[in-house]
């Protein structure tokens, strides 16, 4: 396996007579943003605890770089918690720096590390604040800085963008960009799938503690569903209905949006289009992330 890869291969997971996780099987690149998505329950924050060891699997294994992640190289791995693991009373650079130490920085290099983290964060002016005088978008800058202060060779972040204006959802969008620019693997889970798609390489969908799709954003939204909008001006759009294979979604007036089934021929709907009159616009539409989100997760519920 190449350097500086993240393997979670195959691990399950019970509580009782629940499920939590099946064969949970996905890899992240060196220097490759991986967002991972999925319904509340679906088994991310499981996977990831998991993955950090703070729950232990029933069966299957984390592996980084080839070999099986032990507690050494978990104190080289950042973690972003979705429920915030900070100590309330604490002062913030106090308390990164002394989440450094326990990484294994001295605390020179811890104290140069936060304070390089703190400014960067945009947290200067509240770095001799109790963490639980901030706001929660700063709580949430201090959760990233104790992630990222022991300088790790991988992240692994929990719902990072929840409770972000959009100010701030930028500079955590470049962070983590910055992070896979020098070739640490990155994986996040969040509800945002817009940003998921403007953001990552790759996208894992999980569903009920498995893995359901897995790949490139652009190659996830071309297997979805085939959509076209066809724009006959002249007629009322009745010509899309009854075609073999295909589906129509919507007319409006003489604009139609019809889906292809498995023998569904874009070029018959065309042919159908242009007996009723001029065809305007004949465009293929790609799913977005959040559309193939719903459509695979309604498939596999129907299953």
């Given at each position: 396996m190449a350097e500086g890869v993240l393997e979670i291969d195959r691990v399950s997971k019970r509580?009782?007579?629940?499920?939590?996780?099946h064969q949970m099987t996905f890899e992240v690149?060196?220097?490759e943003l991986f967002g991972f998505v999925g319904s509340n329950g679906a088994g991310k924050t499981t996977t990831m605890r998991i993955a950090l060891g703070v729950l232990a699997a029933?069966?299957?294994?984390?592996?980084?770089d080839g070999q099986p992640v032990d507690l050494a190289t978990r104190r080289q791995i950042g973690y972003m918690p979705e429920e915030r693991g900070l100590y309330p009373k604490m002062k913030v650079r106090e308390q990164l720096v002394y989440l450094a130490q326990l990484h294994g920085m001295s605390t020179a290099d811890a104290r140069r590390a936060t304070d390089a983290w703190v400014?960067?964060?945009?947290?200067?002016?509240?770095?001799?604040?109790?963490?639980?005088?901030?706001?929660?978008?700063?709580?949430?800058?201090?959760?990233?800085?104790?992630?990222?202060?022991?300088?790790?060779?991988?992240?692994?972040l929990d719902e990072p963008f929840s409770g972000l204006d959009p100010v701030a959802v930028d500079v955590m969008s470049e962070v983590l960009r910055e992070q896979a620019a020098r070739g640490v693997p990155v994986v996040f889970s969040s509800h945002q799938l817009e940003l998921v798609e403007?953001?990552?390489?790759?996208?894992?969908?999980?569903?009920?503690g498995q893995m359901v799709a897995s790949g490139g954003v652009t190659e996830l939204r071309e297997s979805g569903p085939v959509r076209l909008v066809v724009d006959t001006p002249e007629s009322d759009?009745?010509?899309?209905?009854?075609?073999?294979?295909?589906?129509?979604?919507?007319?409006?007036?003489?604009?139609?949006t019809v889906e292809l089934g498995e023998d569904g021929d874009d070029q018959q709907v065309l042919a159908a289009a242009l007996k009723s009159g001029p065809v305007r616009e004949f465009t293929r539409l790609r799913p977005s992330l959040t559309e193939l989100?719903?459509?695979?997760?309604?498939?596999?519920g129907a299953s």
């Open positions: 509580y009782g007579n629940v499920r939590a996780l690149h060196a220097g029933d069966s299957g294994e984390v592996r980084f400014n960067r964060l945009g947290l200067s002016a509240r770095r001799d604040d109790e963490v639980q005088k901030l706001s929660l978008g700063n709580q949430q800058r201090v959760q990233l800085a104790a992630a990222l202060v022991h300088d790790p060779v991988a992240l692994v403007r953001l990552c390489d790759r996208v894992g969908i999980v569903r009920s759009g009745e010509w899309a209905t009854g075609l073999t294979g295909v589906r129509v979604v919507a007319i409006d007036g003489g604009r139609v989100f719903r459509n695979v997760v309604t498939e596999q």
